[in-house]
């Protein structure tokens, strides 16, 4: 009894491919290029998400830009009823005004005043920062504790206990194999920690007294200048933008290390 074998070419892709023999070899199947294509719901929900990100996005640049662009605005541009989203009159005036004004006191004098100031006021101004630094650590620690667990958490204490078995102490293994692991993690919860720091205003302006201001209650004290009754708000938009400067300069330095602490926390293992 003979069996006779059909060949393969005959059988063609039979079982493989019942896609027609007429369609050119390298080009997708209809049935694929089908299965490919979002449908029309997640394109609908796709196209919503960008626009929200979008508007979410400009509702969180403009007041930087409009803040940006009042600093180069004269005054009466800025109080008039018609502002423009570009300065007619290009100025430097209020940046000048916010660095050489009397709320800014010492850039000019402080040589002179320097020996005066370290001799009288030395106590004062230490019990002053002092009380106020208190205040800060105070408020970080509990955020900071908090966010450092993730990143501790997600140390395998594998690490430790093979470098103590190499001949580490637990404070060595700490330093040498830990410590370092936790690098990201403390530059993420360090930034996070100086900007609240850097932009806190109420202690600060209930505890610093005269010229010992920091950062927001100088800035606050531009609003009870005025310049033919109203309030110096290009002065205020420049010091604004010279206090966010520093900020943004230094989050634009460790940004890579940022991220990948906030991503190195978020699991654990």
């Known amino acids: 009894m003979s069996t006779q074998v059909t060949p393969a070419t005959q059988l063609g892709t039979i079982g493989i491919d019942d896609e027609p023999r007429g369609r050119p070899r390298g080009t997708r ?21 960008n626009i929200a990100a ?17 600093s180069f605005t004269p005054t009466n541009e800025i109080i008039s009823r018609d502002p423009s989203f570009v300065p007619l009159d290009f100025t430097l005036e209020n940046y000048i005004t916010a660095w050489t004004r009397e709320a800014a006191p010492g850039q000019t004098d402080f040589p002179h005043a320097l020996g005066t100031t370290v001799t009288v006021t030395v106590g004062v101004l230490i019990v ?3 009380g106020l630094g208190i205040v800060y650590t105070a408020a970080v620690i509990p955020f900071t504790i908090w966010t450092l667990r993730g990143f501790v958490a997600g140390v395998p204490a594998d690490l430790e206990e093979a470098a103590m078995i190499d001949g580490c102490t637990k404070s060595q293994a700490f330093w040498k194999v830990t410590f370092p692991l936790l690098a990201p993690g403390l530059v993420a919860t360090g930034i996070f920690a100086f900007i609240q720091s850097w932009n806190e205003f109420t202690m600060a302006l209930l505890m610093m007294k005269g010229y010992n201001l920091t950062l927001m209650p100088w800035l606050n004290a531009f609003q009870s200048s005025s310049v033919g009754g109203a309030v110096n708000w290009g002065a205020v938009m420049a010091g604004s933008t010279l206090i966010a400067l520093p900020v943004v300069i230094f989050f634009l330095i460790v940004q890579g290390r940022m991220t990948g602490g906030l991503v190195a926390g978020a699991v654990k293992g």
């Not at 490919?36 to 998400?49: A, G, I, N, Q």
């Not at 640049?61 to 803040?67: E, K």
């Open 29 to 49: 199947s209809p049935r694929l290029e089908g299965a490919r294509r979002p449908s029309p719901r997640k394109v609908v929900t796709r196209t919503l998400l």
């Open 54 to 70: 979008a508007v979410v996005f400009v509702m969180s640049v403009f007041p930087v830009y409009w803040m940006v662009n009042m």
């Open 128 to 130: 002053t920062l002092l």
